[in-house]
Nanobody
Framework: QVQLVESGGGLVQAGGSLRLSCAAS????????MGWFRQAPGKEREFVAT????????YYADSVKGRFTISRDNTKNTVYLEMNSLKPEDTAVYYC?????????????????WGQGTQVTVSS
């Protein structure tokens, strides 16, 4: 089992940047593919980015491709989401999630563990 805690959210102006972190408990973090999802008010949770256990392979939603970067440091049990050129439509609660598997995954149903979320608000 793994517990996930996100941090790094906040209020930023359009065009700005934020870096989210997700710290995982346990000694098997490197066994998990990781993902970032987000949920805006009144909308369903949606996929943002995912990476494999080593971080060597990544995959992004079209809406964030070229602006967001997912990475991980298995020595620190942490996955990151670097967000640049932020837009008001990026405003949401951002969640990290973990799946015990060898590929990357972009469906909510694939993930076994979730963090509590961190709020990102982008002002225009």
């Amino acid at each position: 089992q793994v517990q996930l805690v996100e941090s790094g959210g906040g209020l930023v102006q359009a065009g700005g940047s934020l870096r989210l972190s997700c710290a995982a408990s346990g000694r098997t973090f490197s066994s998990y593919a990781m993902g970032w999802f987000r949920q805006a008010p009144g909308k369903e949770r949606e996929f943002v980015a995912t990476c494999t256990r080593s971080g060597a392979r990544t995959y992004y939603a079209d809406s964030v491709k070229g602006r967001f970067t997912i990475s991980r440091d298995n020595t620190k049990n942490t996955v990151y989401l670097e967000m640049n050129s932020l837009k008001p439509e990026d405003t949401a609660v951002y969640y990290c999630a973990a799946h015990n598997g060898g590929s990357y995954y972009y469906y909510i149903r694939d993930y076994d563990y979730w963090g509590q979320g961190t709020q990102v608000t982008v002002s225009s």
